[in-house]
């Protein structure tokens, strides 16, 4: 009896606990920016020529206002929107129009912004309308304003903005990532999907999207063990289809806009993702944490402010679309930073369910994670250095980041050559000549200002010291095997094969040292361009030398980093590295490559 009493109890406990389980409120922002909402404002009112809009157009009466330029502005906590007006108001005698009335002015109004029946739609509600002449005088009164004071707030007062769009995505993405709750609970948090908060801010239009959900039993997090071969496979599948949503939506939405700045960024954000991705990887991998969930959201949210600036060059409704996309990322952010107890988890059904938000017409195929070069992508970061001559710019054609010299696999001894001790002497002139030889072809191919030659053929030879001691191959197991890092650095450059999926071939990297070697110098000289000489490194404290610093940063962290070099709040570890490259380069701007010699010496 005792022990049915005490299990009664317990099951009483956990159904008290299931009920009273804490549920918690989901906010997650809209902001629509003023000219999408003016590109709304037009396609929904402005339908005439010229983007115009007839308020009165009788022309039995003579009488004709006719309000274009829509403008907005926010007016504390109202949104203001203006029109030019061009009114003619006359009489009709004997079947002929006398103007009484030649006016232009502008009209405003003044509305409060309110969430419509319905949940899904904003509209604004009137707060005042007035006339204006050409002087900044107001009017008030009069025949001009008994006529257009009515419609003027008729019209304005019907704008609204449809925001289902954004309930929608959410609605169709939210199962996919909460997939390890019941049904019913799902609806639950489906059904609870609702607008609220709308205000007028600086910069936008501002609006939450709020949901409620339940948090998870919380259970004791599992010890940190390794994860078995199939966990292992199931993790590292997901990492990798993460990795090629990303490379489909950088190409995605660099497609869709003309300004190469913000190719310039999204690409920028790509490789900077990469070099995080390749540290996330490098941590212990265990079931008490996602560091990869974590680097995926972070990624998505250094890519939102670039996608809605790309947005905004598209048609209002379009612009939406877009947007939509960037309200469930941000949806993906608030989850993930309420905690395990949420449930998070970014399947690859989520993945692929994203991928058709950013693009209606992608297949899951799409998202396959392969080492083949992506002429996309090469196309794209080609584009950001300046070549030497115009290149046709479609993007169905395969560009070469490679000269065509190098093109194929070269038989010659360094391609098959680990010196003995002997030979070190030997081996050392000639990667020199083979760097020095990339440098020059590099310089042949892209636009780099003569004053900063010298610099750059230094900048090649230690970057290869600090990341190889000159290397493409080692000895193991009596086999010769191209240098690898734990984290997939190869070759005499080191290039991480991570990062650069897609940028090169990964085989050549491996296993043709020109090829590698080209490869490398070619980012340098980009990390050169953009990260040091653009940003002026060189007129920080150091002078000339910074901008070999800053590139070497970079090219070992990652874009974000090009400023590590002269920062003290980096760790112990940053900063030896970047000490360390700093001491070859002098070294090799001395002319001294004695030490490279007994870099090989050390490792042979």
């Known amino acids: 009896m005792r022990h049915s009493i005490a299990v009664l109890l317990l099951l009483l406990c956990i159904a008290v606990s299931t009920n009273a389980a804490e549920t918690t409120t989901v906010s997650v922002p809209i902001n629509l920016d003023y000219p999408l909402m003016r590109q709304l404002l037009v396609k929904q ?5 010229g983007q115009s809009r007839a308020i009165l157009n009788n022309t039995s009466s003579c009488n004709q206002i006719v309000l274009t330029d829509p403008r907005l502005h926010p007016q504390a ?13 006359g009489v009709s005698l004997f079947g002929k129009c006398f103007t009484m009335i030649n006016w232009e002015g502008s009209v405003g109004f003044l509305g409060l912004p309110v969430i419509k029946s319905g949940a899904t739609s904003l509209g604004f509600k009137p707060q005042g309308i007035w006339l204006m002449k050409a002087d900044g005088e107001k009017v008030t009164s009069g025949r001009l304003w008994g006529y257009a004071q009515g419609p003027v707030q008729d019209l304005f007062g019907s704008f609204s903005i449809n925001l289902s769009p954004f309930t929608a995505a959410l609605g169709s993405f939210l199962p996919a990532v909460l997939s390890n709750r019941p049904v019913a609970q ?3 948090i489906l059904d609870s999907l609702k607008l609220e908060n709308v205000r007028v801010a600086t910069e936008s239009l501002s609006v939450s999207l709020q949901f409620d959900i339940k948090m998870l039993p919380q259970v ?28 489909f939506a950088v190409k995605h939405y660099a497609a ?10 999204l690409l920028d954000i790509l490789i900077d993702s990469r070099y995080q991705l390749v540290d996330a990887l490098a941590a212990p991998v265990d079931g008490s944490k996602d560091v990869v969930r974590t680097w995926f959201v972070e990624s998505w949210q250094k890519l939102n402010p670039v996608i809605r600036q790309i947005a905004l060059q598209h048609e209002g409704n379009e612009a939406l679309m877009w947007i939509s996309v960037l309200a469930a990322t941000d949806a993906l952010s608030a989850l993930d930073q309420l905690g395990p107890g ?14 058709r938000m950013i693009n209606q017409g992608v297949e899951p195929d799409d998202l396959l994670y392969d080492d083949a070069v992506d002429p996309e992508l090469q196309q794209l970061f080609q584009q950001q250095i300046e070549l030497r001559a115009v290149k046709p710019t479609t993007w169905n054609i395969n560009f070469s980041l490679i000269r065509q010299a190098y093109a194929g696999e070269p038989e010659n001894k360094l391609n098959s050559w680990v010196p003995e001790r002997d030979e070190i002497g030997e081996y050392v002139v000639m ?6 030889n990339s440098a020059d072809s590099i310089l042949e191919k892209y636009k780099l200002d003569q004053a900063y030659y010298g610099l750059f053929k230094k900048l090649v030879l230690a970057t290869a010291w600090q990341e190889s001691c000159w290397r493409q191959y080692i000895v193991q197991d009596d086999q010769l095997v191209p240098l690898l890092s734990s984290t997939g650095d190869v070759g005499l450059m080191q290039m991480n094969e991570r990062v650069w999926r897609g940028f090169y071939d990964l085989q050549k990297l491996r296993w043709d040292i020109t090829y590698n070697s080209i490869a490398g110098t070619e980012v340098l000289l980009d990390y050169l361009l953009k990260y040091a000489i653009r940003r002026n490194e060189h007129q920080q404290a150091g002078g000339l030398d910074n901008l070999a610093r800053s590139s070497y940063s970079a090219y070992n962290g990652g874009p974000s980093k090009a400023s590590r070099y ?3 709040d980096v760790s112990a570890y940053q900063k030896k590295v970047d000490d360390a490259f700093w001491k070859k380069y002098q070294r090799i701007n001395e002319g001294n490559q004695s030490g490279i010699a007994r870099c090989l010496g050390a490792v042979t």
Do not use: C, K, N, Y
Request: no cysteine; charged share 25%; aromatic share 4%.
């Open 566 to 568: 002269r920062r003290t």
């Open 431 to 436: 990667v020199s000549d083979l760097l020095d």
């Open 256 to 265: 869709e806009t003309h300004l190469e700045a913000l190719r310039g960024t």
């Open 220 to 247: 004791p997090p599992p010890p940190e063990e390794v994860l078995t071969a199939e966990e292992l496979q199931q993790w590292e599948s997901r990492w990798q289809m993460m990795d090629a949503l990303l490379v």
């Open 45 to 49: 009112l402005f339908t005439g020529p």
């Open 77 to 89: 906590t109202l949104l203001e929107i203006q029109a030019s007006v061009a009114a003619q108001l």
């Open 342 to 355: 949420i449930g998070l988890d970014i399947s690859s059904d989520g993945l692929r369910r994203l991928a």
């Open 186 to 188: 799902l609806q639950e």
